[in-house]
């Protein structure tokens, strides 16, 4: 099985920065897509940023150009760096990937996630 393991979450205070990352693991899996979606109470998950194997990047309207969402393909680790954080940036961030799990006779798709770090910006 496939884990995803986020760390990074916090507290600051607005126009400060974090940075998230989270590492997948398992026993024999190959990753495609991985990305941060936040969930703020009484509102729907959204997301965040997504990022390709190939590198290929789609962010959120409301974090565009604050946020960078990258990733290391050697170590199935994605990262997000947060700038110019908002108060209403504040919400518990999950990290998302997608893939093939090969502990599987022939390969078994994963669509997994973290299990999500808090993130709160203060005013």
């Known amino acids: 099985q496939v884990q995803l393991v986020e760390s990074g979450g916090g507290l600051v205070q607005a126009g400060g920065s974090l940075r998230l990352s989270c590492a997948a693991s398992?026993?024999?899996?190959?990753?495609?897509?991985m990305g941060w979606y936040r969930q703020a109470p009484g509102k729907q998950r959204e997301l965040v940023a997504s990022?390709?194997?190939?590198?290929?990047?789609n962010y959120g309207d409301s974090v565009k150009g604050r946020f960078t969402i990258s990733r290391d393909n050697a170590k199935n680790t994605v990262y997000l760096q947060m700038n110019s954080l908002k108060p209403e940036d504040t919400a518990v961030y999950y990290c998302?990937?997608?893939?093939?799990?090969?502990?599987?006779?022939?390969?078994?798709?994963?669509?997994?996630w973290g299990q999500g770090t808090q993130v709160t910006v203060s005013s």
């Open positions: 998302n990937a997608d893939g093939t799990d090969y502990t599987f006779v022939f390969g078994r798709h994963f669509d997994d």
């Open positions: 398992g026993s024999a899996f190959s990753v495609n897509n």
């Open positions: 990022i390709t194997r190939g590198g290929n990047i």
